[in-house]
């Protein structure tokens, strides 16, 4: 009986949903998680009438024939890019992107990686970096006897030295746009890396035409929608238990006709 298989198919896509809500719900307090959510597609088709096939010598056509589903499978899981919350800290290395972009970083492996999760930190060398020590491209360092660090809308980093009465400008921090911001892939550590189907990353200057705008002492919380989130997980738990349904019930029929005699 088909029905077994296809209630175990739909057993699967569920407690992948449910794996999916359960990330985003771990992840509701990380700076710069975007939610994601799984998507289904139907499996294939057998075809006991095929539709559309002569049904006489007439030349009658069969209108809808029988096609019987096989279950269902995950498809994707979608990573919805929609901008977070800004939160003020009133820290001078916690930085916001308000708009499209991403912060550029250099990785241990060479690579860029790029994050939305501003907490920037400096080295002990002065020079501005990620929790994990990792470089923020281009590479900025703030003097140690700056007195006042002011990080402006296009990301220009500015420094107060003794003795001059203008700021300083050390660098300026340069943002990456993606044609396909779904299509990055995620390494953890709330950090991406360009994939074939994000496209290159386009790098630029914020606060520029199709670039966000740098937000000094705010970070970006999560985009997650916890009552969103129970919701779909109460309907994914309903959904399990309705293919286990689906699988108790053709295990009773099976017993029915085995005890046939």
Do not use: C, H, W
């Amino acid at each position: 009986m088909r029905s077994l298989s296809i209630g175990a198919s739909g057993m699967l896509a569920q407690q992948t949903n449910v794996e999916v809500i359960s990330n985003n719900i771990a992840n509701m307090t990380t700076t710069g998680y975007k939610r994601q959510r799984a998507e289904f597609q139907d499996l294939l088709y057998q075809n006991q009438r095929r539709v559309g096939s002569t049904s006489s010598a007439a030349g009658t056509i069969v209108p809808s024939g029988i096609q019987l589903g096989l279950g269902v499978k995950t498809a994707s899981t979608y990573r919805i890019t929609q901008q977070g919350s800004l939160q003020e800290t009133q820290n001078d290395f916690d930085i916001a992107i308000n708009g499209t972009g991403y912060f550029q970083i250099e990785l241990p492996s060479g690579e860029v990686g790029y994050t939305r999760a501003g907490s920037f930190q400096l080295s002990p060398a002065g020079e501005i970096v990620t929790q994990d020590g990792y470089r923020v491209l281009p590479g900025i360092t703030v003097p140690n006897d700056a007195r006042g660090v002011t990080i402006n809308d296009a990301g220009e980093v500015l420094v107060k030295l003794d003795g001059q009465v203008a700021e300083a400008n050390v660098g300026q921090l340069q943002i990456a746009a993606f044609a396909n911001e779904a299509g990055l892939e995620a390494i953890g550590g709330n950090m991406f890396l360009e994939s074939p189907a994000s496209g290159a990353a386009i790098a630029g200057v914020a606060n520029s035409v199709g670039y966000g705008k740098i937000m000094q002492g705010f970070l970006e919380a999560s985009n997650v929608n916890v009552v969103s989130e129970i919701t779909s997980l109460i309907t994914a738990q309903r959904a399990y238990e309705m293919n286990s349904k689906v699988i108790k019930t053709t295990d009773e029929m099976m017993q029915t006709t085995s005890q046939v005699s």
